[in-house]
């Protein structure tokens, strides 16, 4: 009974989490001189379990993003319904990529021309296209993976000439701050580098999506041009290890 209780509450919590981020992103798209629908909302299930992100899918969400391959393809199978749109956006190894490539719809964390050669071979040995974001190190930060924000076009155009592999944006995790300001101006800069990234004028290059905001800094990442936020805690409640 108290493990029913408990699931209860949070399926509740779960569906009145989703409507005040809903709404705080449609004030923000206001703020920004975007309608709400041009941001789009992912719901990230790194540790949730499938019977909470399934509840989120009955209540509107239809993007889900993993962290880990493993966890990933281990909730397959109970995901409901089961061709949800997921992208993986954790760390990927090369040696994992023909893991997922019949899984996600989108690799949101290409942060080297080594792994994209591979997602290229993987993608034409299957006869398709595989849609992926640069992940871009914004902060420059040595703890973090993604490309050298000097390095990025030149990167971008060496992966451009790879078949099966297209690149339709950026993504990116800037330091961690309360600052608003600091926040805002990580997150300019990386508008700057997407809206550079079209100048390239390939046709494996065609930038649309701007990955950029998490649950404490999402606001902020959709004033300066994102419309594409990655939210888990602030939907599911504090990670459960």
Known sequence: ????LSAEKRFL???????????????AAVKSGRRREEIRLMAVTKTVEPMYINHALRNGVNLIGENKVQELLSKLDFISPADVEKHLIGHLQSNKVRKVMDAVQMIESV???T??????RQAVARGRDMDVLLEVNIGMETSKTG???DALNETAAAISSLPGIRIVGLMAVPPMTDD????????SEARRLFEDLGMLHSERVRPQILSLGMSADYEAAILEGS???RIGSALFGERRY
């Open 1 to 4: 009974m108290t493990d029913n």
């Open 227 to 229: 419309n594409l936020v």
């Open 147 to 149: 490309l050298r924000t």
């Open 180 to 187: 608003e300001k600091l926040q805002r101006r990580y997150f």
């Open 111 to 113: 942060d080297s021309l």
């Open 13 to 27: 919590d779960i569906e009145e989490n989703l409507k005040e981020i809903n709404y705080r992103i449609a004030e």
């Open 115 to 120: 792994l994209a050669a591979e997602i290229s």
